[in-house]
């Protein structure tokens, strides 16, 4: 086997090294074009996980990086004049050049045939003399572009500019830095990786870097190679009380937008491409070196375990891409958080810091405790203290330990309990009329006792020809009145649960003819073309969503939602994609929310103030052309303004087209940006059925609802169980009477066993935490002569 690699960075270095070591006789040549002491950069950091990687598949390797590690547990937060410290996570840094020397002595010591200061051929012409190409040659890499329509790059570059830099300042933790300042917001992402030096990353956003006069520097013609000398001077002024008169040391440091880089394939032929050529991922959740020796270490794997090189490859690109993907959208909420960190900024410290310290969703507010309860602990204790001053709310003297969900919230005039809510489902089962009957009956009554703050009836049309379909089932009658009143009144008799009904007309999703919508536009070419709604359209529409409400009032209900979302007829007139009238309801954003405002104001004025009224929107369209960020902020202020308690910030279902990106709490960043820019109350909905989510979420304060949909069709008490799994057993979770013996956990299998002790000496526990602190100049040369 006859195998070259582009590029001598560690990726690739690794990659020889261990694809040498499994087979001996195989001949691997590496072109590097760099010297071998040229490095750019300073320090990476390792995760443990990677670590126990490295370990088993080269001690040798292993035992000269870790010989070198700085070894730390603790992250500071540093924001308006204080250091929050959370403690227990576990960090592994070294300087990339030493990182570096141990590769290519590694190679060197197996034969690795790596060629400094020379540029490798083309891929292609490698690959005609080759069994194997590894294109290991960088986020700009050349492989990918030559070979583009086979990989299909994608290249997102963000908009914030960065610096990487380091300092003779040794940092004694992972330390975030959030400096406010008059021209914007300033973020250092600062870690030690030697006695000596730490590695400071500063960051900050477009608009603010202009502010500061950053891009008067930048604009210079500087040669290759060169440092943005008056950039990193002023960086010093703005930095110095954090820097305590330290320097900060570039290496060909000017400021550079991060580039998110995707591939729809990672192999063409017998070409590979590794590490930054296939992938990256934003720095603020690791190290892009990190993710590359561990793609090295499938790839050298794959080949071993696999009789050719097209199955080896094939083998690679399933088993890394899905973990790559995973690390990215960790990577994607990171990049967001800290591109958008002024929205936070009004956040008092102790939960700007948690904000921060789980902005990824992959540290939780469970596994945060874990790690360090005291700080969690202390976070917990300032939401309770704010959420009881925010909302004048007297809590119960048992709840004072209550997890996040189960605080309460006052919405409108109603009070909830706890913080979950079952959101509009829609159950096609009002077949008679759209007359709700004992499906709906049966649905809401479990929900209503199944523990959570708030339910809501789904989809139910405010006209016969706004039901979405057959199923849906309406309010626009006496017989449906009555029959919603039956239902409020038995599940009254059995919990004090608030209800709410979601009002809709379904316009062009409607069924049945004649359909009317916002513009004479077919949901998809199989559908039926609405007709444009006139004038008398409209207010004919207005009249039935007040008169619906009227009737959700005399039916019981405490709370209303208007679907303003999903490609209802209000959506309709909202986006601009559905949206193309002439007249003063269509065209700017003013214009397309004319409509909608009206109704909500007409609603409003019947609506008991004592109760609550909820907006449903779509936050985003998903495609091109659509509703943008500016769009839903303006909107959601117009709401706010017009008599709207909160905003449910839902996502999409408004054109055919259209290409979502779904997640765990995928549509969380949009709820997140209402609540943090407008100051509205939001729910957040989609993809969340862990309370370790909701927990999550409400404590970071990105939601003050969180709405749990298809984990409550699974487990109907799922809040119940919730509050069961953490031992929690107070009034925001009551259990019925008559399932009271059902509300602690039955036991599993073989959890009545008592384990030995196993162990002579038990092991201490690792401190929660645990600082870099390097010996001194004179312990290190004791410790040198003893040596």
């Excluded at 009070?415 to 499906?439: F, H, T």
Aim: glycine share 8%.
């Amino acid at each position: 086997m006859r195998i070259a690699v582009i590029g001598g960075g560690p990726g690739g270095l690794y990659f020889a090294a261990l694809a040498k070591q499994l087979s001996p006789h195989w001949e691997i040549t590496v072109w590097e074009r760099n010297a071998a002491d040229d490095t750019f950069g300073f320090g990476v950091v390792f995760s443990d996980e990677t670590l126990d990687g490295i370990a088993q598949a080269d001690p040798e390797v292993y035992a000269a990086m870790s010989a070198e590690f700085a070894r730390w547990s603790d992250i500071d937060v540093r924001y308006r004049g204080q250091v929050l410290t959370s403690g227990g996570h576990g960090f592994a840094a070294l300087g990339r050049k030493r990182l570096l020397q141990i590769l290519q002595e590694r190679c060197a010591a197996l034969g690795v045939d790596v060629r400094y200061r020379t540029p490798a051929p083309s891929a292609a012409e490698l690959a005609a003399d080759h069994d194997l190409v590894v294109a290991s040659d960088g986020v700009r890499s050349q492989t990918r572009g030559a070979h583009a329509e086979a990989f299909g790059p994608d290249l997102d570059q963000r908009r914030c500019r960065y610096m990487w830099l380091a300092t003779d300042k040794v940092f004694e933790a992972f330390t975030f830095i959030v400096a406010e300042r008059d021209f914007g917001t300033l973020q250092v992402h600062a870690y030690p990786f030697d006695d000596t030096r730490s590695t400071f990353i500063v960051e900050i956003d477009e608009d603010s870097w202009r502010r500061a006069g950053f891009d008067a520097f930048a604009a210079r013609d500087l040669p290759p190679g060169a440092d943005d000398e008056d950039s990193i001077r002023r960086c010093e002024e703005i930095l110095a009380e954090h820097l305590d008169g330290h320097r900060l040391i570039p290496n060909g440091s000017r400021w550079i937008s991060f580039t998110t880089v995707r591939n729809r394939a990672w192999r063409h032929e017998n070409i590979v491409l590794l590490g930054d050529a296939a992938h990256t991922a934003h720095f603020s959740i690791g190290s892009g070196t990190k993710l590359a020796m561990e793609d090295a270490l499938a790839l050298a794997a794959c080949l071993h375990e696999h009789p050719d090189v097209p199955g080896a490859l094939a083998a690679y690109e399933a088993e890394r891409k899905p973990v790559v993907e995973s690390t990215q959208r960790a990577a994607q909420a990171s990049l967001e958080w800290f591109e958008n960190v002024g929205r936070y900024t009004g956040q008092e410290p102790l939960q700007f810091a948690f904000n921060l310290l789980t902005r990824s969703r992959r540290v939780t507010y469970d596994n945060l405790r874990v790690r360090d309860e005291a700080f969690t602990g202390a976070v917990d204790t300032w939401h309770q203290e704010h959420q009881d001053r925010r909302h004048d709310l007297r809590v119960d003297p048992r709840d004072e330990a209550a997890p996040p969900m189960f605080r309460p919230f006052r919405l409108g005039g109603v009070r909830l309990r706890n913080r979950v809510v079952v959101p509009p489902i829609a159950l096609y089962s009002a077949s008679r009329d759209g007359v709700p009957g004992d499906v709906e009956l049966v649905h809401l009554s479990t929900q209503a006792v199944g523990g959570s703050g708030l339910v809501i009836a789904g989809m139910t049309a405010v006209s016969a020809d706004g039901r979405a379909g057959s199923g849906c089932p309406g309010l626009y009658t006496d017989p449906q009145e009555a029959a919603w009143r039956r239902i409020t009144d038995f599940v009254r008799r059995q919990s004090d649960t608030p209800l709410g009904i979601q009002l809709t007309h379904a316009g062009r999703r409607a069924e049945g003819q004649p359909l009317v919508a916002a513009s004479a536009l077919p949901w998809d070419a199989a559908s039926a073309t609405p007709r444009e709604a006139t004038r008398a359209d409209m207010d004919g529409m207005a009249r039935d969503f007040v008169a619906a409400a009227r009737r959700a009032d005399r039916a019981g209900f405490d709370v209303i939602e208007l679907q303003y979302g999903h490609g209802h007829v209000m959506s309709g007139f909202l986006s601009p994609l559905t949206n193309t009238r002439t007249d003063a309801y269509g065209g700017s954003p003013a214009n397309r929310m004319r409509f909608p405002l009206e109704v909500l104001r007409q609603v409003r004025d019947v609506w008991p103030v004592a109760k609550a009224l909820i907006v449903r929107i779509s936050a985003t369209d998903w495609a091109d052309g659509g509703i943008g960020e500016a769009d839903l902020v303006e909107l959601c202020r117009a709401l706010a303004d017009a008599g709207a308690d909160a905003v449910d910030v839902s996502t999409g279902e408004v054109v055919a087209h259209e290409r979502p990106r779904f997640g765990r709490s995928y549509q969380t960043p949009y709820a997140d940006l209402v609540r943090n820019t407008v100051g509205v109350p939001v729910i957040t909905v989609g993809a969340i059925s862990t309370y370790d989510d909701v927990n999550s979420l409400i404590l970071a304060g990105r939601a003050d609802l969180c709405a749990v949909g298809r984990a409550q069709l699974h487990d109907p008490l799922w809040t119940l169980h919730a509050a069961a799994a953490q031992r929690y057993a107070g009034p925001a979770a009551p259990w019925p009477a008559y399932w009271k013996p059902g509300s602690s956990r039955p036991p599993s299998a073989r959890t009545d066993r008592v384990p030995p002790r196993l162990q002579l000496l038990r092991e201490a526990p690792a401190p929660v935490h645990q600082r870099w602190l390097p010996p001194s100049p004179a312990t290190a040369a004791l410790h040198s002569t003893l040596v």
